[in-house]
């Protein structure tokens, strides 16, 4: 049988993704959690299962531990960037972020291997800085500068690097959940220990694709890993006007596990994406984490949030995801407090060359505006970094200094 | 075989060919394709071991395996989604639409996800949507529809509309091979009416090409899908020097060859059985307007359907749809302007 040029250049992928699970294969018997997932618990506590329940244990080195709060710090750093020059009048339209939920986009993407595919969307930005997207063009893309990630085509968060192996999201919600689990089939029909993770709000659990995606994945068994954030709100919407059950227990009547953690403990979210993407790469198809968590900043910059109770905000303000870790790795994970205060500073640093960078990078030429409708061939998409040391070798460096 | 249909079925002299229905054509194109290679995948409802509602898949499952000829759940969406993600992926997924209609429920994956990613992000999504479309059985409002001016009006979809066997079998080949999002337009009346030499083995029809299909000086009939055959007949039928030009692709739209005949002939009817307003009629109206008024002798004619859904009962159906007297009526008072 003769094969297409495009199917001669994923060939490579391919075998860098059955090295991934020959490498994989050699840690199971140490790393294995796939024991510890829950099934639709609706009994859960208020902010899922606790980081002492399911801590990173010996899945993660110090180097690990240094690169989450790294990310965490970094997304922050830079979406507090983004909101100033918002303010600035820099970004035209408005401006959204994932100000809260750092734990739930850094401790998911951490667990991919470099072959593993994201469609990754606008609450988290961590996800692509793990995956190697430099700051600069994540701020350059809310600019609409050519030095963006789309070069000015789209804006805001609906990027993906397609080298890193990323889909940009589209806005209606949860469209991207269908085209992760479609990158999942083209796994299994090839038989790839590959897998396809990718996010959605609360909120898109309401829509039809989301029923559509779930059944799918769990009709065919694939290897994607669904990861549901409840920040409490749909713009202005409250869970209970947005479902009469907790979604994540609608996971085992598609046929596969839910789970919910803590999404503000980034070790609680990394531990449990893990075990699902092993899970996946493994064969034994989807499984759905809800990581509970709390938009702290509007749906966009254009919303003051008047609808969240105050003492609702209070609460969760008290459980900041960033400050939560940096106190857990000085108190229990052997960090000295200038440790900690070395990488947040790092994170602002690198930052503020970001910024810099960002608007150094020209408006695109209009020229452009009528380019690229139409593809000439199809490329495979490259692969993501991944610092997780399970992957580090050959692969990947451990991705900090690159953030 | 018609003699029209004979002069319409130019082939090279050295190939082989089959007489085939259309319906017969598109399986042996995508039978083909999955045989030259193994990215093909085929993803509908019921395409498996049932062979498709309307047979196209019939063996496919046998020969192919489950894993590339995949029955999907009802969930058109997800037929177009998936697709997407797993084309970005390396695969070349044909979705069955199991009536075209019924693209409407995965519209949303379609002209949002699947037409815009190039544009916005540099990824090719190759995906072939086969939509069987058409009336004239009573399949009513929601069986009989010829969406393609919906299409039309997302940017990044290619539309193709074979009108022939031989073109079902090379466009089919094309759009599998082409790295974009291509809706493939299968005329349902057309499935087992007509039949045509087809070239066996590798057969394509570039995307984007129109075909004179008769020749003719008085006047020019621009059609695509079953309104090709209602021009041939109407032209045969009155035995006028008429032109009729099929379309093939609505997107890329041939639109040298649209002028060209009407330069060529000076009157213009532009047909198809889809409704009227903002209809690829309209558009290849503005075009030859814009670009050939001093060589009109007429101003441009269209023979469409009303703007109405499609009713079920027979007589409604026919009054609606373009009927064989309607096109020769249209060609009589176009000729005698």
């Known amino acids: 049988m003769k094969r297409s040029d495009d199917a001669v250049a994923s060939e490579g992928a391919r075998e860098r993704a059955r090295d991934d699970l020959r490498r994989l294969a050699g840690h199971n018997g140490e790393h294995s959690r796939r024991g510890d997932h829950t099934v639709g618990n609706g009994a859960t506590a208020e902010h899922g299962t606790t980081a002492e329940q399911t801590s990173g244990g010996d899945l993660l080195d110090r180097e690990d531990r240094a690169n989450l709060l790294l990310y965490m710090a970094t997304m922050r750093a830079a979406e507090e960037r983004g909101l100033t020059l918002y303010r600035q009048g820099k970004v035209p339209g408005s401006f959204y972020d994932g100000c809260g939920q750092e734990a739930i986009s850094v401790g998911a993407a951490y667990a991919l291997a470099p072959t593993d595919r994201m469609c990754i969307l606008h609450r988290d930005l961590g996800a692509h800085f793990v995956r190697g997207v430099t700051p600069d063009r994540y701020l350059a893309n809310y600019m609409g500068r050519a030095g963006g990630v789309t070069g000015g085509k789209d804006g805001n968060m609906h990027f993906g690097d397609r080298g890193l192996g990323c889909v940009g999201m589209v806005s209606m919600l949860p469209d991207m959940a269908l085209v992760a689990t479609g990158m999942a089939m083209a796994f299994k029909v090839r038989h790839e220990p590959r897998v396809a993770m990718t996010f959605f709000g609360e909120g898109s659990t309401a829509n039809g694709q989301w029923h559509e995606a779930m059944n799918l994945a769990g009709v065919q068994r694939l290897p994607v890993v669904f990861i549901l954030e409840n920040n409490q709100f749909a713009y202005s919407t409250p869970n209970d006007l947005e479902f009469a059950v907790d979604p994540v227990e609608r996971a085992h009547t598609y046929g596969f596990p839910g789970v919910t953690v803590d999404g503000n403990d980034v070790e609680a979210v990394f531990e449990s994406a893990q075990a699902a993407v092993d899970r996946a790469r493994a064969g034994d198809g989807p499984t759905l984490i809800e990581c509970r968590t709390m938009r702290m900043h509007g749906h966009g910059a254009h919303d003051d949030m008047s609808y969240v109770p105050p003492e609702m905000f209070e609460e969760w303000s008290q459980?900041?995801?960033?400050?939560?870790?940096?106190?857990?790795?000085?108190?229990?994970?052997?960090?000295?407090?200038?440790?900690?205060?070395?990488?947040?500073?790092?994170?602002?640093?690198?930052?503020?060359?970001?910024?810099?960078?960002?608007?150094?990078?020209?408006?695109?030429?209009?020229?452009?505006?009528?380019?690229?409708?139409?593809?000439?061939r199809w490329e495979a998409l490259g692969d993501g970094k991944a610092p997780w040391s399970r992957w580090t070798g050959e692969h990947n460096g451990n991705g900090r200094t690159e953030t | 075989m018609t003699a029209t249909e004979m002069r319409a079925t130019s082939l090279p002299e050295e190939s082989s060919t089959r007489e085939m229905t259309y319906l017969e054509a598109i399986s042996d194109a995508l039978r083909e394709e999955m045989r030259r290679d193994e990215t093909v995948i085929c993803f509908g409802q019921d395409i498996g071991a049932f062979g498709g509602a309307f047979k196209v898949t019939d063996g496919f499952f046998e020969e192919f395996g489950a894993e590339r000829v995949i029955d999907a759940p009802l969930a058109e969406n997800a037929i177009i989604g998936a697709a997407t993600g797993a084309a970005i992926e390396g695969l070349r997924p044909v979705c069955e639409m199991q009536f075209a209609d019924f693209i409407s429920c995965g519209f949303d994956q379609l002209v949002n996800v699947a037409a815009k990613l190039h544009y916005r992000q540099g990824v090719a999504v190759p995906i072939v949507v086969r939509l069987p479309s058409g009336g004239g059985f009573s399949g009513g409002p929601?069986?009989?529809?010829?969406?393609?001016?919906?299409?039309?009006?997302?940017?990044?979809?290619?539309?193709?509309?074979?009108?022939?066997?031989?073109?079902?079998?090379?466009?089919?080949?094309?759009?599998?091979?082409?790295?974009?999002?291509?809706?493939?337009?299968?005329?349902?009346?057309?499935?087992?009416?007509?039949?045509?030499?087809?070239?066996?083995?590798?057969?394509?029809?570039?995307?984007?090409?129109?075909?004179?299909?008769?020749?003719?000086?008085?006047?020019?009939?621009?059609?695509?899908?079953?309104?090709?055959?209602?021009?041939?007949?109407?032209?045969?039928?009155?035995?006028?020097?008429?032109?009729?030009?099929?379309?093939?692709?609505?997107?890329?739209?041939?639109?040298?060859?649209?002028?060209?005949?009407?330069?060529?002939?000076?009157?213009?009817?532009?047909?198809?059985?889809?409704?009227?307003?903002?209809?690829?009629?309209?558009?290849?109206?503005?075009?030859?307007?814009?670009?050939?008024?001093?060589?009109?002798?007429?101003?441009?004619?269209?023979?469409?359907?009303?703007?109405?859904?499609?009713?079920?009962?027979?007589?409604?159906?026919?009054?609606?749809?373009?009927?064989?007297?309607?096109?020769?009526?249209?060609?009589?008072?176009?000729?005698?302007?």
Not at chain 1, 334 to 349: L, M, N, S, T
Not at chain 2, 219 to 242: K, N, T
Not at chain 2, 246 to 251: F, I, K, M, T, V
Not at chain 2, 310 to 334: C, N
Request: charged residues 25%; proline residues 8%.
């Open chain 1, 319 to 376: 459980r900041d995801p960033i400050d939560l870790y940096s106190s857990r790795l000085v108190s229990d994970l052997g960090f000295g407090p200038e440790d900690v205060d070395r990488i947040r500073a790092e994170a602002a640093a690198t930052v503020d060359e970001a910024a810099a960078k960002a608007l150094e990078s020209p408006m695109p030429d209009p020229e452009i505006a009528t380019d690229g409708v139409f593809a000439e």
């Open chain 2, 142 to 337: 929601f069986h009989s529809q010829n969406p393609e001016a919906w299409f039309l009006q997302a940017p990044g979809l290619k539309v193709v509309a074979p009108a022939f066997a031989a073109d079902a079998k090379g466009l089919m080949a094309s759009a599998i091979r082409d790295p974009n999002p291509v809706c493939y337009l299968e005329h349902k009346g057309l499935y087992r009416n007509i039949r045509g030499e087809v070239p066996e083995g590798e057969h394509t029809v570039p995307l984007g090409e129109a075909r004179v299909v008769r020749e003719g000086e008085e006047a020019s009939v621009i059609a695509y899908g079953s309104s090709v055959h209602l021009a041939l007949e109407a032209a045969e039928a009155l035995g006028e020097d008429v032109e009729v030009l099929d379309l093939r692709s609505l997107c890329p739209l041939d639109t040298d060859s649209i002028l060209a005949t009407a330069r060529k002939t000076g009157k213009v009817l532009v047909a198809h059985e889809a409704t009227r307003s903002c209809g690829v009629g309209a558009e290849v109206a503005a075009i030859v307007t814009e670009n050939a008024f001093e060589n009109l002798d007429a101003p441009v004619r269209r023979l469409t359907a009303p703007d109405v859904p499609i009713p079920f009962s027979p007589p409604l159906e026919q009054s609606v749809l373009p009927q064989l007297d309607d096109m020769k009526e249209a060609l009589r008072e176009l000729l005698a302007y």
